[in-house]
């Protein structure tokens, strides 16, 4: 069964002369995606794997005499785990360069960002795209209707999007799916690629923000939990949010002296990867957690789709010393847009006082499970 991608028909995204990189974390289905394209194209291509040696060899030797040869005859060359391949920027960008008729395809876990290596080699001459777990914006397009979705919305919220999770109907074999990731996938490439010798110290840190979802970090509390130093725990952090585990967001202000700006707050990629580290699959009835996961899912599922959609905006928290606070904050297009996420609504939210003085022109919603969709599916 395959299950319905933004970029299922992605052939615009593939020019001769330029590369195209599909990257995101892992198991979420760039090679099936990949996979599902070639099955349909009238190209002539060549389909191989990072992880075979002798493709390591002739792409990561920087030789013309061997690359060269290597694609003669075909109109495109899919490279699938290209992030195996060592240099496979400088092999890529000798490609583009030289066989400028080829059209290119590379994809690849987080270590593209982790290591560098395809940046600056194809500065100019390549095309990225990012794949995530299934956005809500996906299923709503192709496969569900609203009420489908919102249906199926506890489960979302529990067990998040990866695809593996999605595809299984019994609750048992998602818990073992995602117990997987997070044990078997999670971490691989930072461990592969970082000067990071055990997962553990990673792990205890990701436990502690799966806790504080939705609430400002204090880094210093966590080196101590953890008993290492701060700057580790930064570079830590940065690593985590380059493999797709955790996305940072800073305080919004503009110089008033009561904004606070001094602290980020960390969201998880996925639910379900959240849940997964802390063991916690219980029923959303039964769980303290509720308002944390909520706000965590419509953060994640609103980045899925501003990123597919082409979306640019600057994404914030908004709190006061007095603790007056805006869960999310969006500048674009020069305006200002606040976002409060709350489960329950029986009680009517307004923004705050000291938000509506300072920024009268401010937008102001609340994102509740009644209009949810409105806000990931690009309707607000």
Known sequence: MLLPRYYSNFEKYIQPGKALIIYGPRRVGKTTLVNQFLSKTTWKYKLDSGDNIRVQQ????????????????????????????????????????????????????????????????????????????????????????????????????????????????LLDKKIQVLEELVNSYLLKDILTLENVKSSKTLLSILRLLAFQVGSQVSLNEIANAVNIDVKTVQRYLDLLEKAFVIKSVTGFSRNLRSEITSKAKYYFLDNGIRNGLILQFNPLDLRADIGQLWENFIFTERLKYRSYKNLYANTYFWRTYNQQEIDIIEEREGKIFAYECKWSEKRKTTAPKEWKTSYPDASFSVITPKNYLEFIVGKK
């Open 58 to 169: 002739i792409l990561g030797s920087q030789d013309f005499s061997q690359i060269l040869p290597y694609v003669e005859g075909y109109d495109l060359l899919v490279i699938d785990e290209a992030q195996n391949i060592p240099n496979i920027g400088m092999g890529l960008k000798i490609l583009v360069d030289q066989v400028p008729s080829l059209r290119t395809i590379a994809t690849g876990s987080s270590s593209f960002e982790l290591s560098g290596q395809i940046g600056e080699p194809l500065t100019g001459r390549k095309q990225t795209l990012c794949l995530y777990p299934i956005a809500q914006l996906e299923l709503l397009s192709s496969k569900y209707n609203e009420f489908e979705i919102k249906e199926k919305l506890s489960g979302f919220l529990i067990f998040g999007s990866y695809p593996e999770v999605l595809l299984e109907k």
